[in-house]
């Protein structure tokens, strides 16, 4: 599972410069169903302090620079953590290279926010994910999740399983489950596997009730989107 993960974040690392220019379609077409979360995002503020996990190029970061005092974007790609300061230009945002499993804020805030991040964890990790997300929370904090939902927008190709010679032709190994590993292929050819988890809202609400998690989710295809608390 390292290895997946590793061969994850190479691919994000790889794909930064082209990540803004390949992440949505012409035109936006879904630009209504953002937009509808993002205010729902808006609506969390003011806080004093804000972590966004898998920042990215800073399709958040902005808005949360614009609720909360401080926000820390951590994410494991510097390459996108420099093109995320060149678009959000706010002096209240820190910006750290890191992993969300081992990285800790020196104190605990009200809001910790991750878009695109949770189809990036695999199952056999959600359990340690959102432990560590419950880590980094204050009392009475709430975490804030948008993602793709299970969806016929658009399909991406999904890695072999072992010993399958169809698929991708790619194999899917370290304990990843079949069809939750997918093949990008960058604009040069290079081609990397990373993990693509698609929750339905009610499946995802269920997993974190077992975990001991409240949630208010919204569908809006292809995304999801809303707020996670730890049940007093």
Known sequence: MDELLAEQVRYYRERAPEYDATSRPDGDPFANVTALAVGDLRRLGPVEHAIELGAGTGQFTGVLAEIAGQVTALDTSPEVLALNAAKVQAGNVRRVVGDVFAWRPAEPVPLVVFGFLLSH????????????????????????????????????????????????????????????????????????????????????????????????????????????????
């Not at 499946?203 to 989107?225: H, Q």
Request: charged share 30%; hydrophobic share 45%; aromatic share 10%.
């Open 121 to 232: 964890i695999p199952r056999q990790r959600f359990a340690a994910f959102w432990q560590s997300v419950g880590e980094m929370l204050a009392l009475d904090g709430v975490a804030f999740v948008i993602d793709e939902t299970p969806h016929g927008a658009w399909r991406e190709e999904t890695a072999a399983a072992e010993g399958d010679e169809g698929g991708a032709g790619r194999v899917v190994r370290e304990g990843a489950a079949v069809g939750e590993v997918v093949v990008r292929t960058l604009r040069d050819g290079r081609r990397f596997r990373i993990v693509k988890v698609l929750w339905d809202p009610a499946e995802l609400g269920g997993a974190l009730a077992r975990l001991g998690w409240e949630t208010r989710l919204t569908r809006g295809d292809p995304f999801y989107w809303g707020t996670v608390r730890p049940v007093d």
